[in-house]
C-alpha cells in the first residue's frame, strides 16, 4: 500500500506543481489589479487575468492553464465588478463577461500550448536529424573502408582460387552493402519525418533515373530475369531526380526482396496524357486489398512477409518522396502469390510548365 501510495504521489507531484505554480501567477496578477483598482482608480482590467492562463499553456500544459481560467474568475468578480471587494454577480452583462472571459481563456490555452507543443516538435526534429546525421557519418565511414577491402579481396587471385576465403570475402561484402542500405534507408526515414520535405526541383530524364536506379540495385537483383523497356522520345520530368531515383530503388528493392529467385521483374516507362508512369512489376508474393490499403503506411508489413527481413518503411518513403513531387504512387496486384505491379505516375515537365503558368496568370489577374 505504501509503495502505491508513493508511486502514486511520485505521478501527483508534478503535475500539482504545475498547477500551483499557475495559481501563484494568478495571486501575482490579482495582487497587481488590487493595486491598480484601489489606488489607481482603474475599473477595466480583466484581461490582465488572461495572462496567466497563456504562460501556464505554454510552460506547463493546459491542465494548469485550466487552473489558471477557473481561479482567476474570483479575483475578477472580487476586484472588478460591483459592488467591488464582494463575489456576488447579479448583472446578466457582467454574466456575460465572464463566459467571455472563460471562452477567451480557452481558446488562448489551446493555442499556447499549441504553440509549445510545436516548438518541442521541432526541437526534437532538429536533435533527431543531428543524431541520425552524426551516427550514420560514423557508420559510413568505416563501412567504406570495410566495401572498398572486401571489393579488392574479392577480385584478388590469391582469393579467387581459394573458394572458402572466396565464400567468407563475399559474405563479408554482401553484409557490408546491406548495412549500408540500412543506413540510407535510415537517412531516408529521417528526412520523410520531418514535418515539410522540400525537393530540389529540375528537368530530369525518366531514362537516367531509371538506368541509375536499377545500376544501384544489380546486384541486389541479379538472381531475377530483368527486363527494362523505356519509350522513345519520353517527356522531362520536372522533379527532383534523387528523390524519385531514391523512390524507385525503394520499389525495385521490394520487387526482388520478394519474389522467388529466378523470377521476372519488368520495368518500363512511357508517357500519357502529360503524365510520365514508371512500372515495376514483379511475380512475388503480391498483395491482399487490405496489404494494398496499408501498404503505404509507415512500418508496415503484412502477416505473409515476417519471414523477409525489411523495415516496413520502403514504401513509405518511396510514396513520401513521390508525393512531394506532384507525383503519385499507386500498387496493383491479382491477389496473394500473383505478384504485384507498383505505378509511379509524375507530371511531365510541359504539364508542370503550364500548370506554373496557370498559376502566375491568376495571380497576375
Known sequence: MDKWMLKAWEWLWPEMRKILSALLLVAIVSFAVFLLVHYGGVT?????????VVIAAIRWGPVAAMAATITGVVPMVFLLYDPIYDLKVSDPQQVLDL?????????????????????????????????????????????????????????????????RLAGLVHGIREEAERLDREIQMLLDASRVSVD???????????????????????????????????????????VDSAMIEQALVQIVDNAGKYSPSSSHIRVDARASNNHVTIT??????????????????????????????????????????????????????????????????????KETTDRLESANARNDD
Open 280 to 349: 515495376v512489376t514483379d511475380q512475388g508474393a503480391g498483395f491482399t486489398a487490405e496489404e494494398i490499403r496499408g501498404a503505404r503506411e509507415r512500418f508496415f508489413r503484412g502477416h505473409r512477409h515476417t519471414l523477409v527481413t525489411g523495415s516496413g518503411l520502403g514504401l513509405w518513403i518511396a510514396n513520401a518522396f513521390i508525393a512531394a513531387n506532384n507525383g503519385v504512387l499507386t500498387i496493383e496486384s491479382a491477389g496473394p502469390g500473383r505478384g504485384s505491379t507498383v505505378i509511379m505516375t509524375l507530371p511531365s515537365a
Open 99 to 163: 463566459g467571455l472571459y472563460v471562452f477567451v481563456a480557452v481558446v488562448v490555452s489551446r493555442l499556447a500550448a499549441q504553440l509549445s507543443e510545436a516548438r518541442v516538435r521541432a526541437e526534437a526534429n532538429v536533435l533527431r536529424q543531428a543524431v541520425v546525421d552524426s551516427v550514420s557519418h560514423e557508420l559510413r565511414t568505416p563501412l567504406a573502408s570495410i566495401l572498398g577491402s572486401a571489393t579488392v579481396l574479392d577480385s584478388a587471385e590469391p582469393v579467387a582460387n581459394d573458394r
Open 196 to 238: 515539410r520535405i522540400e525537393p530540389k526541383k529540375d528537368l530530369a530524364d525518366p531514362a537516367d533515373i531509371i538506368n541509375s536506379a536499377i545500376v544501384r540495385r544489380r546486384r541486389h537483383i541479379s538472381g531475377h530475369s530483368l527486363e527494362l523497356e523505356i519509350a522513345e522520345d519520353m517527356p522531362f520530368v520536372f
Open 44 to 52: 477595466r482590467a480583466s484581461v490582465a487575468f488572461l495572462l496567466p
